[in-house]
């Protein structure tokens, strides 16, 4: 298990800043993200909640890509798939599909499986056609609170009704 937050923070960085350009701030994006993001890993690496689970896929030893989940985060929709970033170099290798089934499968071996889902920003068309590809339905847009505490962005509850079709 890698226990480098600064890898996981500047994949994390780099990947809002690809993907939310032009949905968040410049500025925002453009400032205390990586120190946020590194702050916020190094909590979660140092100190995890007793449901998180984080999986990585290195290449060489290099962090290419993560996922990290909340076993039964909600009583609804049950375990939270709350990151998961792959290096723009790895996208479309499987790595994606490989750590969603391998959170899903954490999911189903901790009896957290059944229930499964994840926000994804309305306007990341890249990542919705992902997950619908891994089976998930898009349940409802609502706006959420952005990050930088300003500005919200439409946001997609995307659910797996039978997280067995991931694997």
Same mark, same amino acid.
């Given at each position: 298990?890698?226990? %480098? /937050?600064?890898?996981?923070?500047? #994949?994390?960085?780099d990947s809002w800043r &690809?993907? @939310?350009?032009?949905?968040?701030?410049?500025?925002?994006?453009?400032?205390?993200?990586?120190?946020?993001?590194?702050?916020?890993?190094?909590?979660?690496?140092?100190?995890?909640?007793?449901?998180?689970?984080?999986?990585?896929?290195?290449?060489?030893?290099?962090?290419?890509?993560?996922?990290?989940?909340?076993?039964?985060? %909600? /009583?609804?929709?049950?375990?939270? #798939?709350?990151?998961?970033?792959?290096? &723009?170099? @790895?996208?479309?290798?499987?790595?994606?599909?490989?750590?969603?089934?391998?959170?899903?499968?954490?999911?189903?071996?901790?009896?957290?499986?059944?229930?499964?889902?994840?926000?994804?920003l309305e306007q990341n068309?890249?990542?919705?056609?992902?997950?619908?590809?891994?089976?998930?339905?898009?349940?409802?847009?609502?706006?959420?609170?952005?990050?930088?505490?300003?500005?919200?962005?439409?946001?997609?509850?995307?659910?797996?009704?039978?997280?067995?079709?991931?694997?």
């Open positions: 298990m890698i226990t %480098d /937050a600064a890898q996981i923070a500047a #994949l994390h960085t &690809t993907y @939310y350009r032009g949905i968040w701030t410049d500025n925002y994006l453009d400032n205390n993200l990586l120190t946020e993001h590194l702050i916020y890993w190094k909590n979660k690496l140092e100190h995890p909640e007793n449901n998180q689970k984080l999986r990585v896929a290195l290449d060489k030893n290099i962090l290419v890509g993560f996922a990290c989940l909340f076993l039964a985060d %909600d /009583a609804v929709y049950g375990t939270l #798939l709350d990151n998961l970033h792959v290096n &723009t170099t @790895y996208h479309r290798s499987g790595i994606g599909k490989l750590l969603i089934k391998e959170v899903a499968r954490i999911g189903l071996e901790t009896g957290h499986g059944s229930e499964f889902y994840c926000w994804v068309f890249e990542a919705r056609k992902f997950y619908e590809k891994m089976g998930a339905i898009n349940k409802e847009v609502i706006p959420m609170e952005n990050p930088d505490g300003i500005t919200s962005s439409m946001t997609c509850r995307y659910i797996w009704l039978d997280v067995k079709s991931i694997l």
